[in-house]
């Protein structure tokens, strides 16, 4: 019998209401998908990609629509079949906007993909799948990073002899309050997840494997730990309960809690010989790898107390929000903000046209009595020095000296207080008794200074 309980955990953190009680019995269902859908050609770090198609040029489902001309980038893919109808700005949930191709589905034409976790079980052999081509169908496919910021994961996975990897850690914890997609592509695909993680390991030349899952999920872990156990190829792959706690999903502080090793202020994992995926990424790789299929569509967590339907549906990536949101009952009067992700770092928006991307994992949708009560929004007051912030924070940094820089415009001091180590997860901002936006701050700051540096468009 495996261990449920969990002690792995780092310092810091804080125990919001997990609000999964929504979604987390409810299985993955098809989305159907609406008139348009608008696919932004920026949804990972590093070079956006360039388009090679044109206005009413028709375009099938899986069609390459934007290249990737850099190592660090990926390329994107048509989700559905339908016409060009124009290449411009869309909104976009951390940049305002950035160019999109907008797509009208073809009617006529069956839209409906269907996920393929029935091609996997327990006899999948990696070892029939040359590295190499692994990587390369990885790359090609457009798989990024599901859970985070979308980093290309042909970039991870490929090996470097000067920082060879000690092991991998796939990331099952999902500890934002109310998502359930990545639980339930674990619960629901697990033999597909498997095998991309077996994959995963051949790509990146690494046979060390970690499956962290919080605690909080025993059936995940079970049903993960079972698999791994009826798979003879899954020798050196081993399921890692970690304690539950926020922000126990955040990539460093994984790490720290299953591997016991700080990544430096800075510097990425694989600099102490670390790689980390997200399940739903692993899942991505299977299907991109063995079925030949780019990442076009996601498993998404539309969830709050007054939507009709909260539940995960598999949708088409570039859908609008606005699309979702009917299709599981509409906006209730009640509904105060709609955000794109969770309540701790996902992003409010306005315009209901923004498009789910590759990273898009979950739509919550908050009424003004659960934002006030969940400390979500509140009326600031002046700072009383408490520290609390300093208590909880998992990054070990100073938020209300980084916050109070970015209010009076020092960016260079906020940049000496190690402003960019902060992983935004929202820890202090929620714990503040003085309701101070320090996570907003902070984000502001780092903005201002990329739009110096001109990384960033103004």
Known sequence: MIEIKGTMSFAGGVHPQENKRFTEQRPIELFTVGKQVAILLGQHIGAICKPVVAKKEAVTAGQVIGRAEAFVSAPVHSSVNGVVKDITLQSHPVLGRAMAVIIETDAAADNVKRPCPQRFGADFDASAWDPVRIREAIQEAGVVGMGGAGFPTRVKLEPNPQMPK???????????????????????????????????????????????????????????????????EAKNIEVVPVRTKYPQGGERQLIKAVWKKDVPVGGIPPMIGVVVLNVATCAAIAEAVVCGNPLTHRVATVSGSSIARPGNYYVPIGTPVADLIDY??????????????GPMMGFAIADLSTPITKTGGAVTLLTKEEITRAKYDRRETPCIRCGRCLQVCPAGINPTRIAHAVKHGMLDVADQYHMNACIECGCCSYICPANIELTGYIKTGKILVARAKKRMPQ
């Open 166 to 232: 000690d092991v991998i850690i796939i990331n099952g914890c999902e500890c934002e309050p109310f998502i359930t997609c990545d639980y339930r592509v674990m619960t629901e695909w697990t033999h597909q997840v498997l095998a991309g993680v077996q994959l995963a390991a051949r790509a990146a030349e690494c046979s060390n494997v970690k499956i962290a899952i919080e605690d909080n999920k025993p059936e995940a872990i079970k049903i993960m730990h079972k698999a791994v156990r009826e798979c003879r």
């Open 328 to 341: 599981c009952g509409g906006l209730d009067e009640k509904i105060a903000k709609v955000i794109l992700g």
